[in-house]
């Protein structure tokens, strides 16, 4: 195989063209973030900058394994460290496949996952989230609706942000993501309940059929990830509840469908996961819940009936 001789940053702004194609804007924001790390052990390793080092530079040695071993000597949790190495794998395999280094990851294992255990959310805590929102303000309507979208209908920070009204069948019950993480596109249910808030909403602030569904207060214009960081962090200290946060309620719905019954392919689709390793996570999740016996939020019927 021959080596086409690049500095690592030109492979590297190679690598993100490449996925810009198809990448959220929020995707490659998280590699520039995670490949920043791998970068500084490399200019450290190198004694050069990344725009003069090459992958000639370094030899025979293993740049992906040494990168792990450096980290875990800083201490740095596994957890932290796969994070990186997520990212730093995806780029590596692609500079691989691209005849622009050599195979850094054949053989290399990953240290074991020491995240703490994710414990959803009970019922009783949903009853005193649902509290904090002042259904008679346009702001805690707004809230609502958002926080029930993640809950109930499994959707992402950024999807509720870029949702329309017409991407909600309300005679049918469903909701169309669309352009979603990975530009892919699904479907989902979505409660009767849910439907009449957003109704409500709709009606008294006459947002019209098109646009996006949940605007800034401020600005009037869509809602940024920032604003969803600080609509959960003020949950958090009104709550007390201290592991809230976005993704969270993710977890809980899928979970919950799983603790009802659900199907473990069906909610591979209803979460939008392409890998089937990441939604049977949500099995030991669901047997977690049921050996401790807890109260886990349940999620509406409607899951249950037109999912089978």
């Known amino acids: 195989m021959e080596v086409l001789k690049l500095t690592i940053r030109e492979t590297y702004d ?30 450290t390793a190198g004694g050069k900058d990344t725009g003069e080092l090459s992958f000639d530079d370094f030899g025979d040695a293993p740049l992906y394994s ?30 691989y496949e691209n005849d622009l280094c050599r195979d850094y ?12 255990p994710k414990v959803v959310l009970y019922a009783d805590e949903v009853k005193k989230i649902d509290a904090c929102f002042d259904m008679l303000t346009k702001k805690g309507m707004r809230n609502y609706c958002i926080f029930h979208l993640m809950l109930d209908c499994g959707l992402r920070s950024q999807e509720v942000r870029h949702l329309r009204y017409g991407d909600i069948d309300c005679e049918r019950n469903i ?13 989902t249910l979505i409660p009767d309940f849910l439907i009449r808030e957003i109704d409500h909403y709709m009606g008294i602030y006459n947002r019209g059929t098109s646009g996006t569904l949940f605007l800034s207060l401020r600005s009037n214009g869509p809602l940024t990830e920032n604003s969803i960081k600080q609509l959960f962090a003020r949950l958090k200290k009104e709550t007390g509840i201290s592991r809230l946060h976005a993704h969270l309620l993710r977890h809980t719905f899928a979970t919950s469908y799983l603790i009802g019954g659900g199907n473990l392919e069906f909610l591979r689709v209803f979460m939008g996961h392409s890998d089937y390793n990441v939604t049977q996570i949500y099995s030991q999740l669901a047997a977690q819940s049921k050996m401790l016996g807890v109260s886990v939020y349940r999620l509406d019927p409607i899951f249950f009936q037109k999912g089978y």
């Not at 450096?70 to 780029?91: F, G, P, Q």
């Not at 990851?105 to 703490?116: E, F, N, Q, T, Y």
């Open 105 to 116: 990851l054949k053989g290399v294992r990953l240290p074991p996952d020491d995240s703490h």
């Open 14 to 43: 190679m690598f993100i063209r490449n996925r810009t194609v198809y990448c959220s804007p929020e995707t490659l924001r998280s590699y520039e973030s995670h490949m920043k790390v791998f970068f500084s052990y490399l200019e």
């Open 175 to 187: 909701i169309h993501i669309l352009d979603s993480k990975g530009c892919k596109s699904r479907i």
């Open 66 to 95: 040494n990168f792990i071993i450096d980290l875990r000597k800083r201490n740095v949790r596994n957890v932290t460290i796969r994070s990186y190495c997520r990212i730093v794998r995806a780029y590596l395999k692609y500079c």
